[in-house]
Every structure is written in C-alpha cells, then in structure tokens.
C-alpha cells in the first residue's frame, strides 16, 4: 500500500514487500520480538503520516495517530524513532514538490494532531518507561557503549553478498577488526543482488523524484556505521534524544 501511494506498479509494490518482509534485517529481529513488532508497523505508519499530510483531516490525522500508537506500544522506542526520522524525510520531499508553500502550518496540523493523539493512547507505556529510563544507567550511556555495535565498513558488502564474516574461519586478530570481539547484533543484512539492482533502475528512471530516499539510505548506512565516522557523534550532538 506505501509503494502504491509512491507511485509504484502493482507488481512492483508487490515485489517490494516481498523483499522487505523476506529481508535479513527484517527476519533477524524474531529473537526480539518488540523491534520485530516495531519494524513491521514502520510502512503502515509512514502511509499514515504521508495521507494525514498530503490529505488533511482529522479522519486521517486519527488513522495516523492510531497507527503510531500501536507501533508504541509494540515496545520498541529504537523503531519508533526510526519511523520518524525516515517519514520526516518524506514530509519535505513531498513539501519540496508542493507549488503554494506558503501555508506549512496548514499542512503539518493533522500530523501533530495524530502525534498528539499517538501520545495520549500510548502514554500508559511511554510515560512509565521515560521515569524508569531517566533514573537507570542507560540515560546517561558513555559513547563507547553506545557504538559498540557499530557496522564495520568490511561488512558493508553482506547487504548484497550471501555470506557472513562471522561464519567464515578467521584469526582472533580479524575476528576483532572486524565484529570487534562480538557476535553480530543482527544475524543477518542480507537484501541480495536482484535488490541492489531493482534500487538502480529506480534511480536511473528518475533520479530527481528518488533523491530523498537515497538522501534516507546514505543517512542510515552512516549512523549504522556508529564510530567508524563522525556522522554518527555530529548526528546525536544535534538531536540529544537520539542517544
């Protein structure tokens, strides 16, 4: 339905849940069923929040509102956050595209009243778990823990490629430079060839129109590689909440 509003074919939408849901990241997050549960609301609430602004309304300002609620209250702040960041995006490439900008109040009030709303139905999950987070140790994490699963960029290619450093029979000294000492926090980034292909032939049939989104991959491959560039430091010097 999200790749259907995008612009998408229907076999082409088709093809795109295919791969999100077949996914390695995607399938990696069964063993934390929360994250799982957030990432799988991710496309219901960026189609929410892109019909409450593009549409208006308060029926589609409360269906967004409800489709965040309930990503919430799955449990998983990490995929909340993302969901936001990644349809604020959306939010000014569709405002970039928009002839008469001169009433962007008008046009963001269904999506903070559906984020109002998010936050009244969720508050018995999130306003409990904002007092215990702020008195325990994980508010106030060092950045070394915080980057401990940073993405080396030698890992970058199992996005595409069907194997894992891990699994591979390497000395200790590689093992350390690469997953620095630690199992991997997903099992699995694996999307394939056939994908990478797909992404390119989008952009090359209309490069202009996919800028934001490829402005969403670049941002997300750089915080994924935490400390191995200072994207990630600048990232949470700007917006604090993202630590």
Do not use: K
């Amino acid at each position: 339905a999200l790749c259907l509003r995008q612009g998408a074919s229907q076999s082409g939408a088709l093809t795109a849940a295919a791969v999100w849901m077949a996914s390695g990241p995607f399938l990696s997050l069964a063993s934390t069923w929360h994250h799982m549960a957030g990432a799988a609301w991710i496309p219901w609430v960026v189609l929410a929040g892109q019909a409450a602004f593009e549409g208006g309304g308060a029926r589609r300002a409360a269906l967004f509102g409800i489709a965040l609620a309930l990503q919430i209250l799955a449990g998983s702040a990490d995929m909340v956050a993302m969901t936001l960041v990644v349809l604020a995006v959306l939010v000014l490439a569709s405002f970039e595209r928009r002839s008469n900008r001169h009433r962007p109040i008008g046009w963001l009030l269904p999506l903070a009243g559906g984020l109002g709303l998010a936050l009244a139905l969720s508050a018995v999950l999130w306003l409990p778990t904002l007092e215990m987070a702020r008195a325990s140790a994980r508010w106030g994490l060092a950045e070394g823990d915080r980057t401990v699963w940073s993405l080396h960029p030698l890992m970058l290619p199992e996005i595409v490629l069907p194997f894992s450093w891990n699994r591979l029979p390497l000395t200790r000294g590689w093992l350390m430079r690469v997953l620095e000492g630690r199992e991997p926090w997903l099992h699995s980034f694996y999307c394939g060839i056939p994908v990478l292909a797909l992404v390119a032939a989008a952009i090359a049939v209309a490069p202009r129109r996919r800028a934001w989104e490829m402005a969403i991959l670049a941002g997300a491959i750089l915080v994924a590689l935490g400390h191995f560039t200072p994207f990630y430091r600048v990232l949470v010097f700007l917006v604090p909440p993202l630590r």
